[in-house]
């Protein structure tokens, strides 16, 4: 028995522990390892066919801040040659653009230090990510751009993606860490922050299928992603109408990062109330399968009128550009009836549907009334009636209508109006997808500095412990701009890793 618990709880050094696997705890490794740490190990409690954490799942778009649009070609440089007029596509897309986008759609409340890191390193982010995580690069053409004439129009800012998007991009920090010799544990989930009698974190205990064990090192990069996996926390933070979600994501993402801190006196911090609720396919189970990857998303509800149970409107499908809108929206459906909703789309606008529709079967009529007919409507009538109206109130398409950008084409006269993209729904046939909340990431974390290191709720911070990733709390309020994710997480566990790699031991 004495010779048991010895061996549960043997000791072993390194220089870097980063708990998690996704994209920021990856992004961490390799920077602590790139700058000096020989001996970085990676905590991932999933199984190693489930690793990866909520990366595997993106679409792998990556926005960042650039003056020029020649300067994307320095991370996509055959991209002039596989499409005409490349560049005549790409407006601009300064620091002033991309922070002023996360301060309108925070309300003007992500953390003014930590937003002006992101955008200003964010162009460096990517190209780090190329050149050191060795991630292969593309044109996001199916996610961020709509084809006007001979011309790719590009979403602001949302040009370059992950080749084979977030599957790939998980791949291949997984793979440049194997090339590193950064160590990797599977099925290790860390379960408590060690510190020594000065408080400073100096290892990690976790739980694996050979019992407890202890680890210790000179620091502690934490990048084990949010609780939008936990029944229990959504239902506290988030409330109960997001109890109910479907996860689009890994189902390891339990809150353990953030117990862990917080038990040791780490500052929570951000939205708790909040998070990023994408609109998916409501005919998914409770978790969105992994091999489907985020084709799960139903993000063209720009181009339709999107109506819950009861037949009734409840959000302005045009408000923004859906990259603008959709980690809001998704939440909005949620709060509606039974937590679904029906995007109905006519002839007009089914061929701008993003190519992830393609993974449902619509329902489709000649009629309005047809197919309100078919569709679990507690109100058909109120169904029709809503159509009809928002027909009476919208525009007949002309050259007004843009899909490339926000047309100012409203409706005129409804209590709730369209205000972009406020066409006529009157051309069969008519098709009709369901939609509801997936749940994606939770916006509540931890407080950290410009060096990434975790703080204290004495407002001093811990040492030898870092945070990257969905566990930084204060970026996102309420919404969030399409392809920030993912370079929030690189930039952040960047940083943390470069810290945590030169913390003076």
Same mark, same amino acid.
């Given at each position: ?10 000791v072993?050094?390194y220089?870097v522990i980063?708990v998690?696997a996704?994209?920021?705890?990856l992004?961490a490794?390799?920077s602590?390892h790139?700058? #000096?740490a &020989?001996? !970085?190990?990676v905590?991932e409690?999933?199984?190693?066919e489930?690793r ?9 778009v990556?926005?960042f ?8 070609g320095e ?7 596989q499409?005409?007029n490349?560049?005549?596509g790409?407006?601009p897309?300064g ?6 986008d996360l ?9 003014p ?5 992101l955008?200003?390193n964010s162009k460096?982010?990517v190209k780090?990510m190329?050149?050191? #995580?060795?991630?292969e690069?593309?044109p996001a053409v199916t996610l961020?751009a709509?084809?006007? #004439?001979?011309v ?14 977030g599957?790939g991009?998980?791949?291949?920090w997984?793979?440049?860490a194997?090339?590193?010799? @950064?160590?990797i544990? /599977?099925?290790a989930?860390?379960?408590e922050?060690l510190?020594n ?6 290892g990690?205990k976790i739980?694996?299928?050979e019992?407890?064990e202890?680890i210790?090192a000179d ?5 084990a992603g949010g609780f939008?996996?936990?029944v229990?926390?959504?239902t506290?933070?988030?409330?109960p109408? @997001?109890a ?9 993402n339990q809150g353990?990062g953030?117990r ?15 998070c ?6 409501a ?5 969105a399968p ?11 509800y720009? /181009?339709s !009128?999107?109506?819950?149970?009861k037949?009734?409107?409840? !959000?302005d499908?045009?408000e923004?550009?859906?990259l603008f809108?959709?980690?809001k929206f998704g939440r909005s459906v949620?709060?509606?009836?039974g937590a679904k909703a029906w995007?109905i789309?006519?002839?007009?606008? !089914?061929?701008l ?6 993974t449902s ?9 047809a197919?309100?007919a078919?569709l679990d409507?507690?109100?058909?009538a109120?169904?029709?009636?809503t159509? &009809?109206?928002y027909?009476?109130?919208a ?5 007004s209508?843009?899909p490339?950008?926000?047309?100012g084409v409203?409706?005129?006269g ?8 406020g066409i006529k ?7 009709a997808?369901?939609?509801?909340g ?6 509540g974390g931890l407080?950290?500095?410009a060096?990434?290191?975790?703080i204290?709720t004495?407002w001093?911070?811990i *040492?030898g412990?870092y ?5 930084v #709390?204060g970026?996102?309020y309420?919404?969030? *701009?399409a392809?920030?994710?993912l370079v929030?997480?690189?930039?952040f566990g ?9 913390k003076?031991?």
């Amino acid at each position: 028995m004495q010779e048991e618990e010895h061996i549960m709880t043997q000791v072993q050094n390194y220089d870097v522990i980063v708990v998690g696997a996704g994209n920021a705890a990856l992004a961490a490794a390799v920077s602590a390892h790139e700058n #000096g740490a &020989e001996r !970085v190990l990676v905590l991932e409690k999933a199984p190693r066919e489930m690793r990866g954490g909520n990366t595997h799942w993106s679409g792998g778009v990556l926005r960042f801040a650039f003056d020029d649009p020649e300067e994307v070609g320095e991370i996509l440089p055959d991209a002039h040659k596989q499409f005409e007029n490349f560049y005549a596509g790409i407006q601009p897309y300064g620091f002033n653009e991309y922070h002023g986008d996360l301060m309108r759609v925070s309300n003007g409340r992500t953390d003014p230090e930590l937003s002006r890191i992101l955008v200003q390193n964010s162009k460096e982010t990517v190209k780090w990510m190329q050149s050191v #995580g060795k991630i292969e690069m593309e044109p996001a053409v199916t996610l961020s751009a709509v084809r006007k #004439g001979n011309v790719m129009i590009w979403a602001r800012g949302l040009i370059v993606r992950a080749a084979h998007e977030g599957v790939g991009l998980s791949r291949s920090w997984f793979s440049t860490a194997g090339e590193r010799g @950064i160590e990797i544990r /599977y099925g290790a989930a860390a379960v408590e922050l060690l510190q020594n009698a000065d408080g400073g974190v100096q290892g990690v205990k976790i739980r694996s299928d050979e019992g407890y064990e202890e680890i210790e090192a000179d620091a502690v990069v934490l990048g084990a992603g949010g609780f939008e996996a936990n029944v229990q926390m959504r239902t506290q933070h988030l409330g109960p109408l @997001i109890a109910a979600a479907k996860v689009r994501g890994t189902p390891h993402n339990q809150g353990d990062g953030l117990r862990m801190a917080i038990a040791i006196g780490a500052m929570p911090w951000g939205q708790w109330s909040g998070c990023h609720a994408t609109p998916i396919s409501a005919d998914w189970g409770d978790f969105a399968p992994r091999e489907m990857t985020d084709r799960s998303n139903r993000l063209s509800y720009v /181009y339709s !009128v999107m109506l819950n149970r009861k037949g009734k409107r409840f !959000v302005d499908e045009g408000e923004d550009a859906a990259l603008f809108t959709y980690a809001k929206f998704g939440r909005s459906v949620l709060a509606e009836p039974g937590a679904k909703a029906w995007q109905i789309f006519d002839s007009q606008t !089914v061929h701008l549907l993003e190519p992830r529709y393609q993974t449902s079967e619509p329902i489709k009529a000649d009629t309005l009334e047809a197919l309100i007919a078919q569709l679990d409507f507690e109100d058909k009538a109120q169904a029709l009636r809503t159509l &009809e109206e928002y027909n009476a109130a919208a525009r007949s398409r002309d050259e007004s209508f843009d899909p490339t950008k926000p047309d100012g084409v409203s409706t005129k006269g409804l209590a709730l109006e369209k205000t972009n993209w406020g066409i006529k729904i009157d051309q069969p046939p008519f098709y009709a997808y369901s939609a509801t909340g997936g749940i994606t990431f939770t916006f509540g974390g931890l407080r950290i500095d410009a060096n990434a290191q975790v703080i204290g709720t004495d407002w001093r911070p811990i *040492p030898g412990l870092y945070c990257c990733g969905e566990m930084v #709390g204060g970026l996102f309020y309420d919404n969030y *701009p399409a392809g920030t994710g993912l370079v929030s997480g690189a930039t952040f566990g960047r940083i943390a890793g470069r810290n945590a790699a030169t913390k003076k031991r």
